[in-house]
């Protein structure tokens, strides 16, 4: 079946250590996204690629950095710039019509 | 820049009732989607009903249903006969038609339905 996976669905981070989130998808879309989801608010746009070796900065891109080597993966990096990482992520992924397909997220923890 | 004002930060209904949730947006844009979102304790992303800005008649998916009202830049979700399943975070979203077709969600709104 086709859909998006993020993995891991927990992870847990040292203070000034960076750690990369997995976004892969097999339905053959163009467009990828990473979003924050902080309690008590909606979801935040990080960065987002509507092509293979492009990608934008969302609303809240510092301490965060991408790459999209490949159209089926999106890799996401938090950075020790990142101040307050703690919080959930989900990935999405769209084709040139207007449906989203999100992953199920990962929970990230600083310890 | 586009905006969804969610208004109701927590909602609580009995099962079997009916319950809206609003949702106001801002855009200077004329062609757009929106969109409502459920998000149960799971935490996965389900889209719940979606409506074309230029569509004038409301999206209805069996249980759901919005009032989209353009020019007053509203857009509401009707639940009707609400059910336990129905206990999630709703998000209104926003997502112009062209250039880069992001999201732009609402704060959300948590819904519980008591037995």
């Known amino acids: 079946d086709g859909g998006i996976t993020q993995s891991p669905k927990y992870l847990f981070r040292k203070e000034g250590q960076n750690v990369t989130l997995s976004c892969e998808q097999n339905l053959n879309h163009d467009a990828m996204y990473w979003y924050r989801q902080d309690p008590g608010q909606g979801l935040r746009l990080i960065y987002y690629?509507?092509?293979?070796?492009?990608?934008q900065k969302g609303d809240i891109a510092e301490g965060y950095s991408v790459s999209r080597e490949k159209k089926e993966s999106f890799p996401l990096t938090v950075t020790s710039a990142q101040k307050n990482p703690t919080a959930f992520y989900l990935c999405?992924?769209?084709?040139?019509?207007?449906?989203?397909?999100f992953g199920s997220g990962t929970r990230l923890t600083v310890v | 820049a586009q905006t969804v004002t969610q208004s109701q930060p927590e909602m609580s209904v009995q099962e079997a009732e009916t319950v809206t949730l609003s949702c106001t947006y801002d855009?200077?844009?004329?062609?757009?989607?929106l969109f409502w979102y459920k998000q149960p304790p799971s935490r996965q992303m389900i889209l719940v009903i979606r409506q074309e800005a230029y569509k004038q008649q409301n999206a209805t998916e069996n249980r759901f249903s919005v009032n989209f009202q353009k020019a007053a830049k509203s857009f509401s979700l009707k639940i009707s006969d609400s059910q336990l399943g129905d206990t999630a975070m709703y998000f209104c979203a926003f997502r112009i038609i062209q250039g880069a077709q992001k999201l732009v969600f609402g704060q959300g709104t948590r819904l519980t339905i008591n037995p």
């Open positions: 999405a992924s769209s084709a040139l019509v207007w449906g989203y397909t």
């Open positions: 855009t200077s844009e004329s062609n757009y989607y």
């Open positions: 690629s509507q092509i293979v070796n492009d990608f």
